[in-house]
């Protein structure tokens, strides 16, 4: 055993991390730099005994080896974050804990659960006088290391003893940790995942913005680069730009082409962004940068499809823009303003989540938090933030007048890029359904009325009108005169 000694005055942990895997070495790495003595614990010993050989004198780690001698090496209340896949494995470790810690003692599921799980979880634990706590954590591998964006749910009483702790090791912007309790049970894991899912919109905006500057201006993927690199120096800046020039940068060693033209073009998805749509579809808010950037994906994996369609037709293709550089800037207008229209629909699910399950989530804390550490921090996050400070009751983000200054600055753009792309035939469909998202949203009238007198003729299921109160049906099989309900 190397470096156990413990630094707390009981000569016991302050934390203790199980599930030692890259996230949960990680973060136990990160609470042993800020000095607290760390429990761990893996299923398997070897990843234990991997992570002392190699990281043991980076701070005081006990090294145990079952539940039974992780409870044990724990101070009063006991604070056990699990760091597993999310899913069955976690029930069951949440179970063997549960059954060897007492009330008072504080559970942390860190892995990405659904926010539904945590709800059945944190009532589950409760019963037994467990202070159970799901806590969204964003950053990958270096977040958690080096500061991740830390979205704590559960009760407010766990919160005063592990807050600081978590603040501590949180990414920290302008003094600021990236870490505030978000709410009672489900309520971090919930934003966690609205975060995802914003960063798969995010990416897939990221995606239609270089495949217009690769198809309909024909620029060499080095120069894209320098684009992204361009853009991460204006009101773009952010994690995902910064980190797509260093991508289109790098040259395939063993080809000598870009590596973006050797990677298969088909996305992955763990799930969380597949979450985000589905529970968007539950609340009815219409978060559709989001599932367009989920659908994408799953389209670019539809592989013997793809295949199969390769041969249809395109039609009558119109020109490329003559003005290359106009048509840059045009892009990044449309980029900007569809981001906008993302996160717009996101915060408006979190609003959504928070008002169906009681939460009261403050959205401009989030934004607060967001702004370092996570997969999706950026310079525009301060805008969010400044939004919600002016008014925490903002009906949209795009109402807020820094935003609907932006958008209305790029909406002749926006309109140039989604009816460019159409005419060429390169698919945009984040940045054209964000357009009608906006277009829809702004319209005096939608042909809402239109589906609503259908539903009433084939369902009597009535209508509204628009002069007077009351619920109306046409009797359309009849005489088709108008009676109240
Ligand atoms: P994984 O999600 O790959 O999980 C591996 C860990 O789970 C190992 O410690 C493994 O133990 C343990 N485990 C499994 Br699998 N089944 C178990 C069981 N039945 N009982 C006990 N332990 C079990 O690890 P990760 O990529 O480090 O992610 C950890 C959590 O953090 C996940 O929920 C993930 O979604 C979330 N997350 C990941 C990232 C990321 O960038 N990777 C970012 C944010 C959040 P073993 O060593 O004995 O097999």
Same mark, same amino acid.
């Given at each position: 055993?190397?470096?156990?000694?413990?630094?707390?005055?009981?000569?016991?942990?302050?934390?203790?991390?199980?599930? /030692?895997?890259?996230?949960?070495?990680?973060?136990?790495?990160?609470?042993?730099?800020?000095?607290?003595?760390?429990?761990?614990?893996?299923?398997?010993?070897?990843?234990?005994?991997?992570?002392?050989?190699?990281?043991?004198?980076?701070?005081?780690?006990?090294?145990?080896?079952?539940?039974?001698?992780?409870?044990?090496?724990?101070?009063?209340?006991?604070?056990?974050? =699990?760091?597993?896949?999310?899913?069955?494995?976690?029930?069951?470790?949440?179970?063997?804990?549960?059954?060897?810690?007492?009330?008072?003692?504080? =559970?942390?599921?860190?892995?990405?659960?659904?926010?539904?799980?945590?709800?059945?979880?944190?009532?589950?634990?409760?019963?037994?006088? /467990?202070?159970?706590?799901?806590?969204?954590?964003?950053? #990958?591998?270096? #977040?958690? %290391?080096? #500061?991740?964006?830390?979205?704590?749910?559960?009760?407010?009483?766990?919160?005063?003893?592990?807050?600081?702790?978590?603040?501590?090791?949180?990414?920290?912007?302008?003094?600021?940790?990236?870490?505030?309790?978000?709410?009672?049970?489900?309520?971090?894991?919930?934003?966690?995942?609205?975060?995802? #899912?914003?960063?798969?919109?995010?990416?897939? %905006?990221?995606?239609?913005?270089?495949?217009?500057?690769?198809?309909?201006?024909?620029?060499?993927?080095?120069?894209? &680069?320098?684009?992204?690199?361009?853009?991460?120096?204006?009101?773009?800046?952010?994690?995902?730009?910064?980190?797509?020039?260093?991508? /289109?940068?790098?040259?395939?060693?063993?080809?000598?082409?870009?590596?973006?033209?050797?990677?298969?073009?088909?996305?992955?998805?763990?799930?969380?962004?597949?979450?985000?749509?589905?529970?968007? /579809?539950?609340?009815?808010?219409?978060?559709?940068?989001?599932?367009? @950037?989920?659908?994408?994906?799953?389209?670019?994996?539809?592989?013997?499809?793809?295949?199969?369609?390769?041969? +249809?037709?395109?039609?009558?293709?119109?020109?490329?823009?003559?003005?290359?550089?106009?048509?840059?800037?045009?892009?990044?207008?449309?980029?900007?303003?569809?981001?906008?229209?993302? $996160?717009?629909?996101?915060?408006?699910?979190?609003?959504?989540?928070?008002?169906?399950?009681?939460?009261?989530?403050?959205?401009? &804390?989030?934004?607060?938090?967001?702004?370092? *550490?996570?997969?999706?921090?950026?310079?525009?996050?301060?805008?969010?933030?400044?939004?919600?400070?002016?008014?925490?009751? +903002?009906?949209?983000?795009?109402?807020?007048?820094?935003?609907?200054?932006?958008?209305? @600055?790029?909406?002749?753009?926006?309109?140039?890029?989604?009816?460019?792309?159409?005419?060429?035939?390169?698919?945009?469909?984040?940045?054209?359904?964000? %357009?009608?998202?906006?277009?829809?949203?702004?319209?005096?009238?939608?042909?809402?009325?239109?589906?609503?007198?259908?539903?009433?003729?084939? *369902?009597?299921?009535? $209508?509204?009108?628009?002069?007077?109160?009351?619920?109306?049906?046409? %009797?359309?099989?009849?005489?088709?005169?108008?009676?109240?309900?």
């Amino acid at each position: 055993m190397n470096n156990v000694e413990a630094s707390s005055s009981s000569g016991k942990a302050q934390i203790g991390v199980t599930g /030692l895997a890259v996230m949960g070495s990680n973060i136990a790495r990160n609470f042993a730099r800020h000095g607290y003595t760390v429990a761990l614990h893996n299923r398997s010993i070897a990843k234990t005994d991997a992570l002392i050989a190699n990281h043991g004198d980076e701070g005081n780690f006990i090294r145990t080896e079952t539940i039974a001698e992780f409870v044990a090496a724990l101070e009063r209340p006991r604070r056990v974050l =699990i760091m597993v896949k999310a899913g069955a494995p976690t029930d069951a470790v949440i179970e063997e804990l549960a059954d060897a810690m007492e009330p008072g003692d504080i =559970i942390i599921d860190g892995g990405n659960s659904l926010y539904t799980d945590t709800i059945r979880r944190e009532a589950a634990m409760s019963a037994r006088g /467990l202070n159970f706590v799901g806590a969204g954590i964003s950053g #990958g591998e270096e #977040g958690a %290391l080096n #500061g991740p964006a830390i979205m704590p749910g559960g009760p407010a009483e766990s919160y005063e003893s592990l807050g600081p702790m978590l603040e501590s090791i949180a990414a920290q912007v302008d003094g600021e940790p990236c870490c505030t309790h978000i709410g009672p049970d489900g309520s971090g894991h919930f934003v966690k995942m609205v975060h995802n #899912g914003i960063e798969y919109a995010d990416m897939q %905006l990221i995606g239609e913005a270089y495949d217009l500057m690769r198809k309909a201006l024909d620029l060499p993927v080095a120069e894209i &680069a320098d684009v992204f690199r361009e853009w991460n120096t204006t009101e773009l800046e952010s994690y995902l730009i910064e980190i797509t020039a260093e991508v /289109l940068s790098q040259v395939d060693a063993e080809t000598g082409k870009p590596l973006v033209d050797v990677i298969v073009d088909a996305a992955g998805q763990k799930g969380t962004g597949r979450w985000t749509v589905k529970s968007a /579809l539950d609340l009815g808010i219409p978060t559709t940068g989001i599932a367009e @950037a989920v659908f994408a994906r799953a389209l670019s994996s539809s592989t013997d499809q793809r295949l199969a369609a390769r041969g +249809l037709k395109a039609g009558a293709l119109g020109e490329a823009p003559a003005d290359k550089a106009r048509f840059i800037e045009d892009i990044k207008a449309a980029l900007y303003a569809s981001k906008v229209v993302a $996160y717009a629909q996101g915060f408006d699910q979190i609003a959504a989540g928070s008002a169906e399950y009681g939460w009261d989530v403050d959205r401009g &804390a989030l934004a607060t938090i967001w702004r370092g *550490g996570c997969i999706i921090r950026a310079q525009f996050l301060n805008r969010i933030r400044e939004a919600y400070a002016d008014d925490p009751a +903002l009906p949209s983000l795009l109402l807020a007048p820094y935003f609907r200054d932006a958008v209305e @600055a790029g909406i002749d753009s926006w309109r140039r890029v989604v009816s460019t792309a159409t005419l060429l035939g390169i698919p945009v469909p984040a940045f054209a359904s964000s %357009l009608s998202y906006y277009d829809a949203l702004r319209a005096e009238r939608l042909p809402a009325a239109l589906t609503q007198g259908l539903r009433d003729y084939f *369902g009597a299921h009535t $209508y509204q009108r628009v002069d007077k109160e009351g619920t109306f049906h046409t %009797l359309w099989s009849g005489d088709r005169s108008e009676v109240a309900e």
